[in-house]
């Protein structure tokens, strides 16, 4: 399953946004289920994305 995150400004109506703007630019087996609107990113202290930070806020864990 795919899931996308995004950390936007405006988050009210990005998801809907994403999701079609996917669906017309990519095959249906690259489109994301869903879309994960979060205030910020998880990054270490060098910048990098910390995915398992990532999977977890996804999950819904703390």
């Not at 990005?14 to 990519?26: D, F, K, P």
């Not at 205030?39 to 994305?49: C, D, H, I, S, Y």
């Amino acid at each position: 399953m795919l899931r996308e995150s995004v950390a936007p400004q405006e988050a009210a109506a990005v998801s809907g946004e994403l999701l079609e703007a996917a669906r017309s630019a990519l095959t249906w087996y690259k489109v994301p289920h869903d879309v994960t609107v979060v205030a910020a990113l998880p990054r270490n202290p060098t910048g990098k994305l910390l995915r398992r930070a990532l999977r977890a806020l996804a999950a819904g864990q703390p």
